[in-house]
């Protein structure tokens, strides 16, 4: 079973910036695309960027220019880099693969953006 370990979110003002970390405890990370996804409050979950495994990069509207995701194969972990942050990027935000995600999902960080 795939675990998944989220960190990095916090209260942040308008403007700044953020980095998620996600620590994916599998022996072949290296073999998974891996994607970010968030919830908002009433809101379904959606994958906000993704990286393929040649390192092709996608990212949703909403987010280009400000978001990078980014992985290190050698620890297992998947970045978020957010920057010029938005009321409307407060969420929980996941880290999974994308299109067909393991289960069970991990717990998430909260990302709060408010003056």
């Known amino acids: 079973q795939v675990q998944l370990v989220e960190s990095g979110g916090g209260l942040v003002q308008p403007g700044g910036s953020l980095r998620l970390s996600c620590v994916v405890s599998t022996s072949i990370f290296s073999r998974y695309p891996m994607g970010w996804y968030r919830q908002a409050p009433g809101k379904e979950r959606e994958l906000v960027a993704h990286m393929t495994l040649v390192g092709t990069t996608n990212y949703v509207d909403s987010v280009k220019g400000r978001f990078t995701i980014s992985r290190d194969n050698a620890k297992k972990t998947v970045y978020l880099q957010m920057n010029s942050l938005k009321p409307e990027d407060t969420a929980v935000y996941y880290c999974?693969?994308?299109?067909?995600?393991?289960?069970?999902w991990g717990q998430g960080t909260q990302v709060t953006v408010s003056s």
């Open positions: 999974n693969r994308p299109f067909s995600p393991f289960n069970p």
